[in-house]
């Protein structure tokens, strides 16, 4: 006869790569948020060439922006995900 508390796992989960795979998970992450943020600014200032190539860079800093807050929001999603 089994007691139902030897059935339930109450230590947290952890990687059984220890630091290296936390270091690729998080390096990934990373990696993650710069390759959204280069991608949306680069966007941004090929619009502000095509449309408008001596005025101010609009699009060029909507990209930015948006680049940070979806890189930051994804960043909070995945850290949070694995917590």
Do not use: C
């Not at 059984?16 to 990696?31: A, E, I, K, M, P």
């Not at 502000?48 to 001596?54: A, E």
Request: aromatic share 16%; hydrophobic share 40%; glycine share 16%.
């Amino acid at each position: 006869m089994s007691d139902k508390e030897d059935d339930l796992d109450l230590e947290p989960k952890t990687s059984s790569n220890g630091f290296r795979g936390d270091l690729y998970r998080y390096s990934g992450v990373g990696l993650e948020f710069v390759i959204l943020v280069g991608l949306l600014v680069f966007g941004g200032f090929s619009l502000d060439q095509h449309f408008h190539p001596d005025g101010f860079p609009w699009f060029l800093l909507l990209g930015l922006f948006m680049g940070i807050g979806l890189g930051t929001w994804r960043l909070i999603f995945q850290v949070g995900r694995d917590q």
